[in-house]
T-cell receptor
Framework: NAGVTQTPKFQVLKTGQSMTLQCAQD?????MSWYRQDPGMGLRLIHY???????DQGEVPNGYNVSRSTTEDFPLRLLSAAPSQTSVYFC???????????FGPGTRLTVL | AQKVTQAQTEISVVEKEDVTLDCVYE???????LFWYKQPPSGELVFLIR??????QNEISGRYSWNFQKSTSSFNFTITASQVVDSAVYFC?????????????FGTGTSLTVIP
């Protein structure tokens, strides 16, 4: 099992560009989520999904879109990148929302 | 208001000392789940423990132990006889909500440095 995979590992964007962070899991988990980690802020939930076709907003959803067309994949889209979105992004999955989450290795994003 | 508060931003201890990391949470739900994660310098997030709100028994796993007290809304983590490999950032997290629709809230983390 690969667990939770994220691509890319690093990305540099210019303000206004769009991009998609990819996340996939092969554990047949229903619950998937995206977090951003900023110094001194811990991890903050951006969006989450309780199953294919169902997504919901977390604490900091503005500027991000998600979709969940399959159980395995949960991409995160930045619509128009801003310097405030410079962060480390983690994707996670679990069987259900109350189980321990397994995290991907993270994507370090810099927006210039 | 913060749902999960980790008041200790940074802690340094000398190897073999015991250290306790504090976690205070806030929720109105009667069913909720608490977690601790470790983030070593390499950056990955490692699950340590999960506790549900109905189980207040303390847990011990090797040098790690956890004290859950609903009366004070605390879920503290103690490392006994600390080692250099324990140096990491530790996060406490809360999952509240019914069944599958849970939202997770993480604390801001405590950075632990164990000095050899």
């Amino acid at each position: 099992n690969a667990g939770v995979t994220q691509t890319p590992k690093f990305q540099v964007l210019k303000t206004g560009q769009s991009m998609t962070l990819q996340c996939a899991q092969d554990m047949n988990h229903e619950y998937m989520s995206w977090y951003r980690q900023d110094p001194g802020m811990g991890l903050r939930l951006i969006h989450y999904s309780v199953g294919a076709g169902i997504t919901d907003q977390g604490e900091v959803p503005n500027g991000y879109n998600v979709s969940r067309s399959t159980t395995e994949d949960f991409p995160l889209r930045l619509l128009s990148a801003a310097p405030s979105q410079t962060s480390v992004y983690f994707c996670a999955s679990s069987y259900f929302g109350y189980n321990e989450q397994f995290f991907g290795p993270g994507t370090r994003l810099t927006v210039l | 208001a913060q749902k999960v508060t980790q008041a200790q931003t940074e802690i340094s201890v000398v190897e073999k000392e015991d250290v306790t990391l504090d976690c205070v949470y806030e929720t109105r739900d009667t069913t909720y789940y608490l977690f601790w994660y470790k983030q070593p310098p390499s950056g990955e997030l490692v699950f340590l423990i999960r506790r549900n709100s109905f189980d207040e028994q303390n847990e011990i796993s090797g040098r790690y132990s956890w004290n859950f007290q609903k009366s004070t809304s605390s879920f503290n983590f103690t490392i006994t006889a600390s080692q250099v490999v324990d140096s990491a950032v530790y996060f406490c997290a809360l999952s509240e909500g019914s069944n599958t629709g849970n939202q997770f809230y993480f604390g801001t983390g405590t950075s632990l440095t164990v000095i050899p």
